[in-house]
C-alpha cells in the first residue's frame, strides 16, 4: 500500500469545510479592504528564494525542496509566499508605476521540517502584500486586517510587536549587538556562533534557554533607532491604541526571514503548544529591490491556515437545502428533471431509488436538508410534489411551478 509521504496530508470531512471556512473568512476580510487576489506557480527558480528569503536562513539552508528539473533549471517549490508576489511584481514591472498595488495569495508551501502539531511540510499558507506604501498607517491596516479575519475566526491572541530598524539605524545596532556578544561566544549554541557571523539579530530568536539567559542585558533595538524609525514605532503604538487592539513589545521579536525592516509582528496562541505563531509578518522596503526591481515599500502577513483551523470550530450547521425522491418508478425521471431546476440556487440531494415516505424522509434527516420534497403516484398524475419543511413540520403539495416558483 502506498502511503503518503512524511508531513504531508489529506485534508477531508469536516477539516475540509474548516479549511474552506478559514480560507474564505480571511478572503471576505481582504476583499474589504481592496486586496486583489494572485494565484502564483507553486515551483519557482532557487535563486528567487535564495536572494529574497536568504541564503543564511534556515527555510533556504534546511529546508526547500530542491531538485533540477529536466531543463537543468534548479529549482524549488516554494517555502512560502511573499517571494513569489515581489518576483511577480518586478517580473511585470509594477515597480515601475505610480499607484500602490495589494495583492493576497493562498494555498501550499513546502519546507523539509521535523513534522509534529501545527507543523507540516507541506502546509497552507494565507497571505498579502502591500506595496508602493511607506506610511505607517499602512503597516497599521495590515495588522487591522490580520487582527480582524482572527476575530472573524473568533481566535484569541497575543500580538507582539517589534522594530528592526531602517538601513539607517541597524547597522549601527548590529555593531553593538556584535561588540555585546563578543566575549560571550563559549556561552553560545552552535547555531547561535553561526548566527553571529551570518545574521547577528537572529540570536535573539534563538529557544536555547541557556542563549536566551546570555541575551537579557544585550542591547535592544528598540532603544537604537534612528529617529524616523522611532517617530513611526510610536505613531503604530498609538494607532493601536486608539483602536483598541491589544499588543505588547517584545524587543527580542525577530523574524524567521531576512527581508523584514521597521515593523514586525506575530500574532500568537497558547493553546497549540510550541508552534504557536498563527500570523506573523511586518515591513519590508529593501525585498523588491534585492529581485533588481526599484526600491519599494511594502508590508504584509502570512497566517498558517492549519494553526488556524486547530484554533477556531466551525459555526454549527443548520438544516439547509432540499432532499428529493420518488415512490415509484414512473415518477423517477420527474423527480431528477426536478432536481436540476432545484440545483440552479440551491443545494439538493437526490434519491437514485424509489422508496418509501418514511425512507425518503430519513434520508433527508440523514442529508442535514431543510426540505424533503417527494412524488409519488397522485402527484406524479396532478403535476405537482409533496414538500415538507423539517424545521416547522408545515406539509404541502404545491404543483411544480408554484414550487419552483417559490425557492426562485
Ligand atoms: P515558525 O517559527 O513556527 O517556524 P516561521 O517563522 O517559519 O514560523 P513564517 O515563515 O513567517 O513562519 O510563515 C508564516 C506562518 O506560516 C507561520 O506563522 C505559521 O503559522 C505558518 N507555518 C510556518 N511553517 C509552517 C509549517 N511547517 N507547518 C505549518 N504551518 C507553518
Ligand atoms: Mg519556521
Known amino acids: 500500500m502506498i502511503q503518503s509521504l512524511t508531513g504531508m496530508q489529506d485534508i477531508v ?27 502564483m506557480p507553486m515551483l519557482e527558480k532557487t535563486e528567487l528564494f535564495i536572494r529574497s528569503v536568504g541564503g543564511s536562513s534556515d527555510i533556504v539552508n534546511k ?23 515581489a518576483r511577480y511584481f518586478v517580473q511585470n514591472k509594477l515597480d515601475r508605476q ?24 507541506e502546509f497552507n499558507q494565507f497571505g498579502c502584500e502591500s506595496f508602493g506604501e511607506e506610511s505607517v498607517y499602512e503597516d497599521y491596516a495590515i495588522i487591522e486586517m490580520a487582527s480582524a479575519i482572527l476575530d472573524k475566526l473568533d481566535i484569541s491572541y497575543k500580538l507582539e510587536l517589534n522594530s528592526l530598524g531602517c538601513k539607517e539605524c541597524r547597522p549601527k545596532y548590529i555593531e553593538s549587538l556584535k561588540e555585546f556578544l563578543r566575549d560571550k561566544k563559549d556561552k553560545l549554541c552552535e547555531d547561535c ?20 539567559a546570555e541575551y537579557e542585558d544585550a542591547p535592544k533595538i528598540t532603544d537604537n533607532l534612528c529617529e524616523s524609525c522611532d517617530t513611526d514605532f510610536r505613531k503604530l503604538k498609538e494607532l493601536l491604541d486608539n483602536n483598541s487592539i491589544n499588543y505588547e513589545v517584545n524587543k527580542k521579536l525577530v523574524r524567521g526571514l531576512d527581508y523584514y525592516n521597521k515593523t514586525i509582528f506575530e500574532f500568537i496562541s497558547d493553546k497549540i503548544g510550541a508552534q504557536g505563531t498563527v500570523i506573523g509578518g511586518g515591513r519590508y522596503d529593501g525585498l523588491i529591490s534585492y529581485l533588481d526591481g526599484k526600491e519599494t515599500p511594502a508590508v504584509g502577513f502570512g497566517m498558517g491556515v492549519e494553526r488556524a483551523m486547530l ?41 437514485y431509488k424509489p422508496k418509501k415516505l418514511k425512507a425518503l424522509l430519513k434520508g433527508a434527516d440523514k442529508a442535514n436538508a431543510k426540505y424533503c420534497v417527494v412524488i409519488g403516484e397522485n402527484e406524479l398524475k396532478e ?13 404541502s403539495t404545491p404543483t411544480i411551478d408554484e414550487f419552483l416558483n417559490s425557492i426562485k
Open 193 to 212: 556562533n553561526r548566527r553571529l557571523e551570518q545574521n547577528p539579530l537572529r540570536v535573539l530568536d534563538c529557544k536555547v534557554q541557556s542563549c536566551q
Open 98 to 121: 505610480p499607484q500602490k498595488f495589494k495583492f493576497y495569495y493562498h494555498g501550499s508551501m513546502f519546507r523539509y521540517e521535523r513534522p509534529q502539531k501545527g507543523r507540516y511540510r
Open 13 to 39: 470531512g469536516d477539516e475540509a469545510k474548516k479549511y474552506n471556512y478559514v480560507v474564505n473568512s480571511a478572503k471576505e476580510v481582504l476583499e474589504n479592504y481592496d486586496f486583489d487576489f494572485l494565484k
Open 383 to 395: 403535476g405537482k410534489v409533496w414538500l415538507k419543511d423539517l424545521v416547522t413540520k408545515d406539509e
Open 311 to 351: 484554533l477556531t470550530s466551525l459555526p454549527s450547521t443548520q438544516n439547509c437545502g432540499y432532499h428529493l425522491g420518488a415512490m415509484d418508478e414512473e415518477a423517477l425521471s420527474s423527480i431528477i428533471s426536478l432536481t436540476k431546476s432545484v440545483r440552479v440556487s440551491h443545494k439538493a440531494t437526490l434519491e
Open 63 to 85: 529546508e526547500m525542496y530542491r531538485f533540477i528539473d529536466k531543463g537543468e533549471n534548479d529549482v524549488c517549490l516554494r517555502p512560502e509566499g511573499t517571494a513569489g508576489v
